[in-house]
């Protein structure tokens, strides 16, 4: 256990369907990312929330939804996904952002397969 | 642009000493960090450099040099439990995260 919990591990949607990925960090960290994991490419970063703040939107397509209730949970809400969305989303947080030493605790990621 | 490379796969000997290498041009520099990623697992901290030379952490050692745009990891004494995925990240000007894709050790007996 890494302190950052992802749910569900797994999870198999149709291109219509509507679904979302929880992230739960109890390491009283400041800032919460969401990354894309795709088969021997380098990590993607999606979102960026700093303080409950969305700091950071790298392009990501609108079927793409990010939420931040409370500065523990980060959601990934997903609809009218496309097949090459299937890929495995990381969530990870970080005592703060713009720092140096910056190191990142992940979760173990929720595997996407969009049919 | 910003580019990190990284071998995509490396195969070692159970008891030897395995070198992955990154390179990386990327617009300034705030550290270069490496993660190890069992499959299936979280990518979890190894390392973190942001001055020249060698920092040693057990059985692992992290080299960086900044004028070279080069880091190596240095893994000694290899065990089974070492074939994962290492993966390479240098922190840009910006506190941007710049990763590389990775390099798959594989530990053989």
């Known amino acids: 256990e890494t302190g950052v919990t992802q749910t569900p591990r797994h999870l198999v949607m149709g291109m219509t369907n509507k679904k979302s990925l929880k992230c739960e960090q109890h390491?009283?960290?400041?800032?919460m990312y969401w990354y894309k994991q795709s088969a021997k490419k380098p990590l993607e970063l999606m979102f960026v929330?700093?303080?409950?703040?969305?700091?950071e939107n790298n392009s990501v397509p609108s079927r793409f939804s990010p939420e931040c209730p409370n500065s523990s949970h980060l959601f990934l809400h997903l609809h009218t996904l496309q097949p090459e969305d299937s890929a495995l989303y990381l969530c990870?947080?970080?005592?703060?952002?713009?720092?140096?030493?910056?190191?990142?605790?992940f979760g173990a990621g929720s595997r996407l397969t969009v049919l | 642009g910003q580019n990190i490379d990284q071998p995509t796969e490396m195969t070692a000997t159970e008891g030897a000493i395995v070198q992955i290498n990154c390179t990386y041009q990327?617009?300034?520099?705030?550290?270069l960090f490496w993660y190890q990623q069992h499959a299936g697992e979280a990518p979890t901290f190894l390392s973190y450099?942001?001055l020249d030379g060698l920092e040693e952490k057990g059985r692992f050692s992290s080299f960086l040099s900044r004028s070279k745009g080069y880091s190596y990891l240095l893994l000694k004494e290899l065990q089974m439990k070492d074939s994962a995925s290492y993966l390479c990240?240098?922190?840009?000007?910006?506190?941007?995260?710049?990763w590389g894709a990775g390099t798959k050790l594989i530990i053989k007996p």
């Open positions: 990870a947080s970080s005592r703060d952002r713009e720092t140096g030493a910056n190191v990142l605790t």
């Open positions: 390491l009283g960290h400041n800032a």
């Open positions: 929330y700093s303080l409950e703040e969305r700091v």
């Open positions: 990327t617009s300034g520099f705030n550290g």
């Open positions: 450099n942001v």
């Open positions: 990240a240098v922190m840009d000007s910006n506190y941007q995260l710049i």
